[in-house]
């Protein structure tokens, strides 16, 4: 299946926030959309999903115009993994999981004796089995981020949108998130993803897409587009892209990105605070 936005345009009353959006995604790639705070990300999300309308272009499945009317529809095709999400109720971490299904089982008969095995499936594949019987208002951030996403694969989508999946996570449950991330890819499922990390593009995406104030929405493949030009005109901090030989890795080598800080041992010589650039010059 291939999801493509083609020219979508979206905002709040008469404010654009997102122009001329458009991209491709097939089944099992992973595309990571990168952009300073404020730049429109979350608000890209919100018109993909229908939540707020397109002020021009469309959202497309294989060719076929996604109709965000026909609510089941689109939420059986593309899940989602919102940034914040407060229950109103302070309801069981089982039953947050197994609300997943609900677009997907009759609207009087409620999930069965299935949906439960599944979503205790779930919360095993992702971990936090040991989590199934908490309150999910007291549990931690980065806990709730790994029941969110147990609750987006209850739908089984084609597609799923995360929205800073590893946001409020700690370094290690980051990473073992974008694990998943290319575990779900592997299973077929296409991904959009946001973050605030390059470095997440590098780890497990194969495209990227970057919204700026000051250029075109553009995407391409990560190597082509996670650059040191491409990332320090989105963000204006001066950066360094680097190869690093690892053996212990399966290709050899991993691609990181630096940011330039002022350090102690190396202060900035010329009262910039914080930052100076690869070739010297203080930005
Ligand atoms: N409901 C709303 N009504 C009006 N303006 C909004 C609304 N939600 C967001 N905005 C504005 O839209 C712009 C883009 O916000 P958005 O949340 O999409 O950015 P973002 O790139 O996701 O930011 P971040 O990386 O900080 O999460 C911001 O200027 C924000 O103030």
Redesign the pocket.
């Known amino acids: 299946m291939i999801l493509e936005a083609r020219g979508v345009c979206a905002g ?1 009353r008469d ?1 654009g ?1 997102v122009h001329d959006v458009s991209f491709e995604l097939e089944s099992g790639e992973v595309l990571c959309l990168l ?1 300073p ?7 890209l999300f919100k018109s993909l999903l229908g939540f707020i309308p397109f002020s021009a272009g469309g959202l497309y499945v294989d060719g076929r115009a996604v109709d965000h009317r026909r609510r089941k529809e689109t939420v059986l095709l593309i899940g989602c993994v919102p ?1 914040v999400h407060e229950p109103p109720f302070p309801f069981v971490v089982i039953d947050v999981v197994v609300m997943g299904s609900i677009a997907r089982t009759d609207a009087f008969a409620g999930p069965g004796r299935d949906a439960f095995d599944e979503a205790d499936e779930l919360l095993e594949l992702l971990g936090i089995a040991y989590l199934r019987n908490r309150v999910y208002t007291e549990i931690s951030g980065g806990e709730r981020q790994m029941v969110l996403i147990a609750r987006a694969l209850m739908q089984n989508p084609s597609f799923l949108m995360m929205d800073e999946p590893t946001s409020s996570l700690d370094f290690g449950n980051q990473m073992r998130v974008l694990a998943q991330i290319c575990a779900l890819a592997h299973r077929g499922v296409g991904i959009i993803m946001t973050s ?1 990390f390059p470095d997440h593009a590098f780890l497990c995406c194969d495209k990227a897409a970057v919204m700026s104030r000051t250029s075109p929405f553009r995407v391409a493949d990560v190597g082509d587009i996670v650059c040191e030009e491409t990332l320090e005109e989105a963000y204006g901090i001066p950066v360094k892209v680097a190869s690093l030989d690892v053996p212990e890795h399966p290709d050899g080598t991993v691609t990181t990105c630096v940011p330039l800080l002022k350090t102690k041992a190396h202060p900035c010589p010329c009262g910039e605070e914080g930052l100076f650039g690869v070739d010297g010059r203080v930005r």
């Open positions: 709040y404010v926030i952009g705070n404020g730049v429109g990300k979350t608000t940034q605030h």
